[in-house]
């Protein structure tokens, strides 16, 4: 079974900056693709930032220039360094990774969710 544990959420002011933290537990082949998707009040879920096993990274334009996501492969860990924070970035975020299974199939695992709350 894998599990992403999240970390790092908390209230910021706005300008501010938080770190995210998603590990990675359990056994798989391999880990592709891993994100942070989030989730605002009366909102759908979007996708925030991804990178791809080899680096290749995408954000949505709302966080361009002021999110970064990174990844140590040697932790299994997924990183997204937020700053110059906005009251519209408040939301629940969400790790997601997708693994390759000891089965050889692919699953899309998420984490349990971090609150981040920008107010002043």
């Known amino acids: 079974q894998v599990q992403l544990l999240e970390s790092g959420g908390g209230l910021v002011q706005p300008g501010g900056s938080l770190r995210l933290s998603c590990a990675a537990s359990?056994?798989?082949?391999?880990?592709?693709?891993m994100g942070w998707y989030r989730q605002a009040p009366g909102k759908e879920r979007e996708l925030v930032a991804r990178?791809?096993?080899?680096?290749?990274?995408t954000y949505v334009d709302s966080v361009k220039g002021r999110f970064t996501i990174s990844r140590d492969s040697a932790k299994n860990t997924v990183y997204l360094q937020m700053n110059s924070l906005k009251p519209e970035d408040t939301a629940v975020y969400y790790c997601n990774a997708k693994i390759m299974t000891l089965q050889w199939r692919y699953l899309a695992v998420w984490g349990q969710g971090t609150l981040v709350t920008v107010s002043s």
């Open positions: 990178i791809t096993s080899g680096g290749t990274t």
């Open positions: 359990g056994s798989w082949l391999s880990i592709n693709d």
